[in-house]
């Protein structure tokens, strides 16, 4: 069973960094793209970030493109999210997902660009960034 625990979250006063996780477990990374996704009350999650199984092929929103950094710990079974320079627009609970990732970048374009359907849900973890 594909399962994702993310962890990082919490307040940050704007300017500030915070590092999210997601650990993956019944899968590896390996072969599942993975993305993070965030989600403000009444509005429609949104793309934040992806990362493919292999190859280091990665998604940036405009919104957070040169803020965050999405990376992958193999060893570990997890991929991170930095998030530097926050805003209170960044302010939202932040999901992981997983796709399988038929070949490299198929899942990042799947999930951050088109929007389709994944694997597995993690379940969230708020951040929020006030003074």
């Known amino acids: 069973q594909l399962q994702l625990v993310e962890s990082g979250g919490g307040l940050v006063q704007p300017g500030g960094s915070l590092r999210l996780s997601c650990a993956a477990s019944g899968f590896t990374v390996d072969y599942y793209a993975i993305g993070w996704f965030r989600q403000v009350p009444g509005k429609e999650r949104e793309a934040v970030s992806c990362i493919s199984s292999v190859d280091d092929i990665t998604y940036y929103a405009d919104s957070v493109k040169g803020r965050f950094t999405i990376s992958k710990d193999g060893a570990k079974n997890t991929v991170n999210l930095q998030m530097n320079g926050l805003k209170p627009e960044d302010t939202a609970v932040y999901y992981c997902?997983?796709?399988?990732?038929?070949?490299?970048?198929?899942?990042?374009?799947?999930?951050?660009?088109?929007?389709?359907?994944?694997?597995?849900w993690g379940q969230g973890t708020q951040v929020t960034v006030a003074s």
């Open positions: 997902a997983a796709k399988w990732d038929t070949v490299p970048g198929y899942g990042v374009k799947s999930m951050c660009v088109e929007s389709s359907q994944v694997d597995s």
